[in-house]
């Protein structure tokens, strides 16, 4: 009785499991995998830390990040005039800063494992692998590693999650562009989430957080936000400038 | 985790030889993980088990926007602020003085401004304890005590008439990994608390959007009355590891500086902000940028600025109001506009009846039903039935609390429908045929004057008229006072106040539909029209930072309590003092005009058209300041 009950039990399971429970079978590339659609335009809001990203923040002005001595001491010897002279001025669009700036990105896959992020804004593109290849490494956008994060939550019937971005060896930069640092050992977090609006609006949420051992006293957590744009109207190119 | 593993589990589960039931319901279990989670990436999880429930205590990080989070901002702060005219007007025009008055000390905060505020905060589910279906979630905010609901089982959204609160109305639903909350029936808050208003027509979307411990917030505020367009923002909130200790932030006002009068609220009048460009200056910063608005959400900004001459320009043509043209309210209506009667439960034995005329209330109980105003003579039947919906008995009294045929047009149908039983068979009832035959009207003596001079329907008269301050009675348990308010918006204005249920009656006193229809033909007047507004002030007391406590019906527009009644008392003492200031200066009644003295209220109590427009009421205000009548002079 007992082994027919359990047999019976392993059957079931088999089924659940064979049927799979959420639907067809497993996507075989990320741009078929995605949970939900962040290609088209985008334009930046910039609503939230507005006098640290619309404007330039005066020297010193580090408010709500946590720097540590030696970052505190960098932030103190931003020389804008000095970035020029050593065409260092794309140091503010850098991966761990790029999605906090104002301006538009311009989303698209570039194959089936490779998202695609440019940005008019100091015309930084960034490229997000969802697979084994990298790219970036050393550069201002360093190597995004990319992946499609269910989260197990359990209501509805269609996976749900996220987009989740880890970045690292970026070149060193500035998270403001009051000269505010990040080196080169700096990991970047980023979710990035698409959310419908009742209006018909959508929004791309980016929450990042940036870990520095080297500069940070502890991690640097924000988000960010970017509002759907029907086409490319209002692409404007900008070069990188140390200062708006 | 891959099929193999199932095989293993099971085996082992064999061998022990466990329980029938626990051996069955593992397997299940397991069986569903294993569908579930395929394709499933742990890997990158650091924190608790991902997941979109978002129970548990919580507060705001202090990266982001972490000067705002402590002190509001600075004045003439408002960069990224989607502000229309009448928003930025406001702003320049609020002075922090203003929260040291009585009624500003605790006010409350609304959703999305506590999320940016210090202080825990708490979310918990609440489940039908039968079904356990998810009835709602709740939360706790330490910044102001305040209690928000947000209801999870797709029960629709009160009508327009009804109360407004901090924490508004709120449903929510799960869409993907997010909770999505829409909220409507907010209060008039801050969007920053230095001086960036939030209406009480707002709306507000809000995703909450859970990574492991930390949940990623986005607001989208939609206010037609302040912003150009819609004002969304991004917060990120932590989860606190254990319980937070510490949540009181209890709050009672108090005089704060002796010697103000009730009638004095601070404001600057726009172009004498003396602290104009203290925040621009300090952080180096284009003003143009620093008074908000679309522009300066974008990188066109950057464009915008890079010419100074024209932006410094452009922004000094923003520090008063435009040429015009002159703004309508652009909230939702209150107003049922169905022809029928809506009854809405106010507190005690109190209801309000909301339909196309004037506010109704009914007090009911054994003695039979007080009714204060009678509506529009159009569709007094339907009050009537109404009532009998209510109450049994029949109705007693009807008070009017002013003559407009709002108020009394139902007067002679309302009074056919009742009787007074206490005069019926008494000593009244053999001096007079009709004693007791219909229901009393009560009304100041002015009340009858008007209507005899209006020569409408004498059954529709007070047949119980006073001429004192106060008129009192106890009715149906509770003490029922009646205080005629002198020369407000006519000269036959009464207010009722019912103690022990502590709902206020103002007629149109309070009128959240329109500035105050001051009929200076008819004795009204802006100063009458203050002392009123106060008198009523002091008699009102609120349960927790300044809501609920004593209910307010309102001549026209939505149920409310006293902080709708002090922002509507602060409105007109700001537009009076920039009415005296330019009369002072001079100005004729056209300057004035010109002025648009009430361009930062015109989105939400302004009118063209209609009975009572705007230039009517500013020539009312023009007109009782230099003439006031019957010597009511500031």
């Known amino acids: 009785m007992v082994r027919r009950l359990v047999v019976s039990a392993i059957l079931a399971a088999l089924t659940i499991y064979a049927q799979g429970g959420r639907g067809p079978a497993p996507p075989r590339t990320a741009k078929a995998a995605a949970l939900y659609d962040i290609t088209g335009y985008w334009v930046a809001v910039v609503t939230e830390d507005w006098r640290y990203r619309m404007v330039t923040p005066v020297k010193g002005e580090l408010g709500g990040v946590a720097l540590n001595p030696a970052g505190r ?44 992020i440019e940005a008019d804004n100091g015309q930084q593109t960034r490229l997000l692998h969802f697979g084994a290849a990298t790219s970036g490494a050393g550069e201002w956008q360093g190597s995004s590693k990319a992946l499609w994060e269910i989260v197990p939550a359990g209501r509805g019937d269609k996976p749900v999650g996220s987009l989740k971005v880890v970045t690292t060896q970026m070149r060193p930069g500035y998270l403001r562009k009051n000269g505010v640092p990040y080196s080169g050992t700096a990991v970047l977090t980023e979710y990035l989430d698409r959310v419908n609006e009742p209006d018909g609006n959508a929004y791309l949420v980016v929450t990042s957080t940036v870990e520095d051992p080297v500069y940070l006293a502890q991690p640097f957590q924000s988000a960010s936000h970017f509002r759907k744009q029907p086409d490319g109207a209002g692409w404007k190119p900008r070069p990188c400038v140390t200062r708006w | 985790m891959e099929a193999p593993a199932l095989c ?9 030889r466990w329980s029938i039931a626990a051996s ?33 205590s919580w507060y705001p990080l202090p990266f982001q926007d972490s000067g705002l989070i402590t002190a509001s901002g600075a004045l003439a702060e408002y960069g990224g602020i989607p502000l229309n005219e009448a928003g930025r007007l406001y702003a320049l025009a609020w002075n922090p003085s203003r929260i040291q008055g009585r009624q500003h000390q605790c006010m409350g905060y609304v959703p999305p401004y506590t999320y940016n505020q210090p202080g825990n905060l708490r979310f918990w589910e609440e489940r039908d304890p039968y079904t356990q279906r998810l009835v ?9 005590e305040g209690t928000r609901t947000i209801w999870m089982d797709d029960r629709p959204h009160p009508p327009a008439y009804a109360q407004h609160t901090w924490s508004g109305f709120a449903t929510g639903r799960y869409e993907g990994n997010q909770l999505t909350v829409y909220t409507t029936h907010l209060k008039r808050g801050w969007i920053r608390a ?88 300090k952080n180096k910063i284009p003003f143009l940028g620093t008074l908000g608005g679309p522009v300066t959400m974008y990188a066109e900004l950057l464009d915008k600025v890079s010419d100074q001459k024209a932006a410094e320009a452009a922004a000094t043509a923003e520090l008063k109001p435009s040429a015009g043209p002159i703004q309508v309210s652009r909230v939702a209506d209150p107003t049922p506009h169905d022809g029928e009667i809506h009854v809405l439960p106010v507190q005690g034995n109190i209801f309000m009846l909301a339909g196309d005329g004037g506010n109704v209330a009914v007090q009911v109980g054994d003695q039979g039903a007080i009714v204060v105003n009678s509506g529009a003579g159009g569709i007094p039947d339907n009050i009537v039935a109404a009532i009998k919906k209510l109450t049994d008995k029949p109705i007693q009294f009807i008070v009017n609390t002013g003559f407009q045929p ?78 005629h308010v002198p020369n407000a918006v006519t000269d036959a204005d009464s207010v009722v106040h019912f103690r022990r249920s502590d709902v206020i009656v103002t007629g149109d006193i309070l009128n959240l539909v329109n500035y105050p229809h001051i009929d200076v033909k008819n004795g009204g007047s802006i100063q009458g029209e203050l002392e009123a507004l106060n008198f009523l002030l ?28 002090a922002e509507y008392r602060d409105m007109l003492v700001i537009i009076r003092d920039r009415v005296q200031d330019l009369i002072r200066s001079g100005a004729t009644l056209d300057q004035v005009q010109a002025a648009r003295v009430t361009a930062d209220y015109d989105t939400r109590f302004g009118a063209t058209a209609g009975a009572w427009t705007t230039p009517m009421f500013v020539e009312a ?9 019957n010597g009511i002079k500031r």
């Open chain 2, 406 to 483: 709002d108020y009394t047009g139902g007067n002679a149908k309302l009074r056919a429908a009742g009787f007074d039983p206490s005069v019926e068979g008494s000593f009244f009832s053999g001096q007079f045929a009709d004693a007791g035959k219909g229901a009393t009207i009560i009304g100041h003596q002015n009340v009858e004057n008007h209507l005899m001079a209006l020569k409408t329907a004498p059954e529709g008269w007070p047949s119980d008229t006073f001429v004192q301050a106060r008129r009192r009675k106890f009715h149906n348990g509770e003490a029922v006072e009646i205080f």
């Open chain 2, 538 to 565: 002091d008699r009102t007391v609120y349960q927790h930072d300044e809501e609920n406590g004593t209910m307010i019906i309102p001549g026209r527009g939505r149920l409310c309590d006293e902080w709708e009644l």
């Open chain 2, 8 to 16: 293993d589990q099971v085996v082992i589960v064999m061998k022990k």
């Open chain 1, 73 to 116: 001491k960098i932030a103190g010897e931003w020389d804008p005039a000095k970035d020029e002279q050593s065409g260092d001025q794309c140091r503010s669009y850098g991966a761990a800063a790029l999605m906090n700036n104002p301006g538009r990105l311009h989303i698209t896959w570039q194959d089936d494992e490779t998202l695609k």
């Open chain 2, 136 to 144: 709602a979630l709740k939360q706790y905010w330490q910044i102001s």
């Open chain 2, 621 to 629: 205000v023009y007109t009782t300041l230099k003439n006031p009548p």
């Open chain 2, 24 to 56: 069955v319901s593992s397997l299940l279990a397991l069986a569903s993980v294993l569908a579930f989670g395929q394709g499933l990436d742990f890997s990158g999880h650091t924190g608790l088990p991902a997941g979109i429930d978002i129970s548990g």
């Open chain 2, 194 to 281: 230095n001086g960036i208003p939030q209406s009480d027509g707002a709306t507000l979307v809000e995703h909450f959007i859970r990574h492991g411990d930390r949940i990623t917030y986005l607001s989208v505020v939609n206010d037609p009355v302040y912003l150009e367009e819609p004002f969304s923002r991004t917060y990120t909130l932590g989860r606190s590891i254990k319980e937070p200790d510490t949540w009181q932030y209890a709050c009672d006002d108090g005089e704060q500086i002796l010697g103000r009068t009730e009638d004095q609220v601070e404001s600057y009048f726009w172009g004498r902000h003396p602290f104009l460009h203290e925040f621009a200056d």
